[in-house]
């Protein structure tokens, strides 16, 4: 337990140090669960997003893009159910005035306390579930008197009662406006838009990535909740018949797409079917991965069924309907929805590496999948004199068009390297004095630290087989 929070303090420190992750209005002392992606976060993100989205739309040739607005009339959130249902248990510290999600407290107390006491640790987390199931909030509120559970900030067993709590931002001044609390029902509200301007057949799906608000209870994990994040869903629609086909079909599709990213934890990757459906959900399946702090829920398959498109029918008197084969339906919906930011979190959390070096010092070194780093190489001089910065500045400036590079004179290579191996270069290249006879420079690899030389007219070419998306779409489009 301790060596994990020990990582994983070494994990947000590296991502600010390194410009990857910061905290949001970090001088005016922050803002709970909200963070910045900075100059390496924001490149990162982005090449997930990108290979989320070649695989979604250019990998199926049935699925297509849409980008909605955040903020969307309140009927469709009356009519999806978020008024309403969308809540999570609360329970209050009086002392510490700080808010907790009781399920979550308990959680976290059975996983430190009965760590060594698998049996206590099922039993008790059973007993949990059951309320859960019975929507006993006294029963649960016992539970944490009876485990004797402190606030951890008090240290005092001074709570409230439990009660619900809408999880929706609700904008002031504007009568029942919502911040999106999460991406599909942009999707559905265009539902005949796009079936009128695209011609679609069932089936089909819809994809989208955009930010989502969540009032959530703050949880101190990171990227893992925030209260502002993004999310990539696909929603597809098929004939109510084939639910069963179809949900599977998308439950093994998109760990398979997971498995590919080849993340060194690959092995805890699983499904793990809900005990607790969703107001929306007639069935549920998580993706789970062993984030530093254990295993949690990364991706969701659900199968909504007609619920969102009859309800959009009723509240907006529209039909929202397929008219196909002389029948005239509501199609079922199976949806697949990805959290970004607990995506970056898993691959940046099983990327950052300590390696002992055979000089015994320690190298630290971001193993991500070189498609995804956000630098794919870097070019230095290895002297700030005798024409070599002007000849790396040149080769630098040819080859920038087609990838995203650095170019680095600032320090000696070794802590050059060592910076661009932290922040998950794939490739270093150098240039020398042989550089100015023969037109080669060395190349040097992040996870071999090996290095060879290569002719400048051969760069532009490695660092595209190496690092592009191609290599890895291509190897997809035989998978999924
Ligand atoms: P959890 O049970 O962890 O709160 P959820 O079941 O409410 O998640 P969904 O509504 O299914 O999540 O949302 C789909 C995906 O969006 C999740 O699998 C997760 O990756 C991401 N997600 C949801 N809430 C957050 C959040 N607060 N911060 C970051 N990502 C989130």
């Known amino acids: 337990m301790k060596k994990c929070s020990h990582f994983f303090d070494f994990l947000i420190s590296h991502a600010k140090t390194y410009g990857f992750i910061f905290p949001s209005s970090e001088i005016y002392g922050g803002l709970n669960a909200i963070y910045d992606y900075g100059p390496h976060g924001v490149e990162l993100k982005n090449n997930i997003k990108e290979f989320w989205w070649k695989s979604m739309t250019q990998l199926h040739d049935n699925i297509i893009g849409l980008d909605s607005s955040i903020l969307m009339h309140s009927d469709i959130w009356r009519a999806s159910g978020h008024v309403n249902k969308f809540s999570e248990l609360l329970i209050d510290n009086k002392d510490s005035k700080k808010r907790y999600r009781p399920e979550i407290l308990i959680q976290e107390y059975v996983e430190d306390k009965f760590f060594n006491d698998p049996k206590k640790k099922e039993k008790t987390l059973s007993r949990l579930s059951q309320s859960l199931k019975k929507k006993d909030l ?75 608000f969540r009032n959530e209870i703050f949880s101190r994990k990171f990227l893992f909740r925030m209260r502002e994040f993004e999310q990539m869903e696909m929603q597809f629609f098929i004939l109510p018949a084939e639910e069963i086909k179809w949900y599977e079909y998308w439950k093994k599709n998109r760990l398979k797409w997971h498995l590919e990213l080849n993340l060194e934890y690959k092995k805890y990757y699983k499904l793990c079917d809900h005990d607790h459906l969703s107001h929306y959900e007639s069935a549920g399946s998580d993706i789970v991965f062993h984030f530093p702090f254990g295993f949690q829920e990364i991706e969701g398959i659900h199968s909504r069924r007609d619920f969102d498109l009859k309800n959009h029918e009723f509240f907006s008197k529209k039909k929202l309907r397929i008219f196909e084969l002389k029948k005239n339906y509501i199609p079922y919906v199976i949806e697949t929805s990805l959290g970004l930011d607990r995506l970056f979190l898993a691959i940046f959390s099983s990327s950052l590496k300590k390696e002992k070096l055979e000089n015994r010092k320690i190298r630290i070194v971001l193993k991500l999948p070189y498609y995804l780093s956000p630098i794919k190489a870097a070019i230095f001089p290895l002297v700030r004199k005798d024409g070599l910065p002007e000849i790396a500045k040149r080769i630098f400036n040819d080859i920038r068009i ?22 998950g270069t794939p490739f270093c290249l150098t240039v020398d004095y042989d550089t100015i006879k023969t037109d080669t420079v060395t190349i040097r690899n992040r996870d071999s630290m090996k290095q060879k030389r290569i002719h400048i007219k051969e760069i532009s070419k490695i660092i595209e087989r190496e690092t592009g998306l191609r290599k890895i779409l291509k190897k997809l489009s035989y998978i999924i």
């Open 402 to 423: 087609h990838h995203r590079l650095v170019y680095d004179e600032k320090e000696s290579i070794g802590k050059l390297y060592r910076r661009q191996d932290a922040i």
């Open 138 to 212: 006294v029963d649960i509120k016992v539970l944490i008197d009876e485990l004797c559970i402190c606030d951890p900030i008090s240290k005092t067993k001074n709570w409230t009662n439990i009660r619900h709590f809408n999880m929706m931002f609700k904008i002031q001044n504007e009568k029942d406006l919502y911040l999106r609390p999460e991406t599909a029902q942009g999707i559905f509200s265009n539902f005949q838009n796009i079936i009128k301007s695209n011609r679609m057949k069932i089936p089909f799906g819809i994809a989208q990535i955009g930010k989502s």
